[in-house]
């Protein structure tokens, strides 16, 4: 699998490979002895990262060194994502860098790379679900409804900016990987932070704790910009819509809905 693009591309093997859900990633050397990662998948959307990597050219995600149909190569981490850091109590800072990220990925550029999606195709399934829904989801369903209609500051998305897609790369700091090129309203890719890191493994209970959510919320109002009652909608139509996908996939989805439900209670009082 890997071999055309060792050899296309002057790798060196450089570690074990790894293994995700849908994608093979291995560490190598590039010809100038740079640290990086090779990914092929076999998912659309990874496939399609290189996209978004390419427009952001470094500039708050990871360098896009080369792409290739199913594979991408790009500028490798050198230290680990921000899960164990929320963890071990230290979220306030992970929520900042969060943001940090964030408006640098959103930074006034050029004209959008093509053939990006819209929120309201990536909403498809929570608008148009395939099974009933249960009275929560269908009320984050409604705000979804809502929030599509008035859109706001539209720009190319991250799509999936949460703990496990910031990780640290040394002097260059700070830096996104794994985006799902998306097109819409900027306050969405502040609400995917919400439901983590609880998301990237099991038997982690940060987002779901009141306190959390509470001062994740005001946290971000203060450094986004973003009006807390837009925030508080997009957070339930997020959670609504990842729910959705849970429950499609016959998995359970008690993070997103217990999430979805706080934000829902904090819009009731205003």
């Known amino acids: 699998m890997t071999e055309p693009y060792l050899s296309r591309w002057r790798l060196r093997r450089d570690g074990p490979a790894i293994q995700t859900p849908r994608a093979h ?41 080369a792409h290739e149909g199913p594979a991408i190569l790009i500028e490798r981490a050198a230290g680990p994502s921000l899960r164990q850091r929320s963890i071990d109590g230290d979220d306030d800072a992970c929520t900042a860098i969060l943001c940090q990220v964030l408006q640098r990925l959103h930074w006034p550029r050029n004209a959008a790379p093509t053939e990006l999606i819209c929120l309201r195709t990536w909403f498809a399934d929570l608008l148009q679900p395939r099974v009933a829904l249960p009275p929560l989801l269908e009320q984050c369903g409604s705000w979804a409804e809502v929030l599509l209609q008035e859109e706001q500051e539209i720009r190319p998305l991250h799509g999936d900016l949460h703990h496990d897609n910031v990780l640290d790369f040394g002097q260059r700091g ?70 959705a996908w849970f429950r499609d996939d016959g998995d359970p989805a008690d993070i997103d809905e217990t999430v979805a439900q706080m934000a829902l209670e904090a819009l009731a009082e205003g």
Not at 47 to 57: E, G, I, S, T, V
Request: hydrophobic letters at 45%; aromatic letters at 8%; charged letters at 25%.
């Open 25 to 65: 990633l291995w560490p190598v050397l590039t010809a100038t002895g740079e640290p990086a990662m090779l990914k092929v998948s076999d998912e659309p959307e990874e496939q399609n990262a290189h996209r978004l990597l390419r427009w952001w050219d470094g500039n708050g995600a990871a360098r896009l060194l």
């Open 174 to 243: 700070w830096l996104a990987i794994d985006p799902k090129r998306l097109l819409g309203d900027r306050a969405f890719d502040y609400t995917t932070l919400f439901s983590n890191p609880d998301l990237c493994g099991p038997g982690i209970h940060v987002a779901t704790r009141p306190e959390r959510f509470t001062a994740r919320l005001e946290q971000v109002v203060a450094l986004s910009g973003i009006d807390r009652v837009r925030l508080l909608r997009w957070i339930a139509a997020s959670m609504g819509l990842s729910a």
